[in-house]
């Protein structure tokens, strides 16, 4: 999914660097992934699956500031960051079919729309350009879906506010698919206007 710690590009010059604090952030948040998973699914300890989840946004938030405010932009930070968004998106999905808290079909919908840009990625390979830059509304469309689940999540609790909870999860989930399928058409146009307009390296003339 479009990372939305990716507003780190463009602060700062990026390096090389491996150690540094956003990907130490990073890096803890993939270490949270396989955690979520057996709160939620194998002890069903839902309250503690749900601090685990909204800790996992807030470090995604706060990578995203250290690096600016540090000066800490990395090659990796800028791969690592949204791999673990998606990660993170695409387990908790998996894991709320299985626990009847969202609709299968709906989950297909957000996995396959990543799988379908996953395909558009040799194209820019071949030419020997980096992956496209993440757009605004797909930064939107992330933050309503990583809002979304922790609310549907904390709806499945006996509180007085799990009402609300789940109405609102479920109308910020809907709206961050409509912007996530939006963002998915044109990021597919973009691939195909650099297919149609630049050549692959091998069969550029002169080459």
Known sequence: MDGVGQDKPGVGQRT?????????????????????LY??????ADGWALVVLMLS???????????????????????????????YVVTTLIAFVLR??????????LIGRDLI??????????????????????????FALMVALPLLLAAQGDWGFADAAQA???????????LYVWTAGLYIAKAVGV???LPPIGTRGGA
């Open 168 to 178: 609102l999860g479920y109308a910020l989930l809907i709206w961050g698919t409509a």
């Open 57 to 87: 946004g807030f470090t995604d938030w706060a990578d995203g500031k250290l690096a600016r405010l540090l000066n800490q932009t990395s090659r990796l930070g800028e791969l690592l960051d949204p791999f673990v968004d998606r990660l």
């Open 195 to 197: 297919a149609r307009d």
């Open 39 to 44: 709160l939620l699914l194998g002890l069903q």
């Open 117 to 142: 840009l996953a395909l558009t990625l040799p194209i820019y390979r071949r030419r020997g350009l980096p992956p496209p830059e993440v757009i605004y509304l797909g930064k939107a469309a992330t």
């Open 16 to 36: 090389d660097r491996v150690l540094t604090v956003p990907n130490l952030l990073s890096v803890v948040r993939l270490a949270g992934v396989p955690l979520f």
């Open 100 to 109: 009847d808290i969202i609709p299968w079909w709906l989950a297909a919908i």
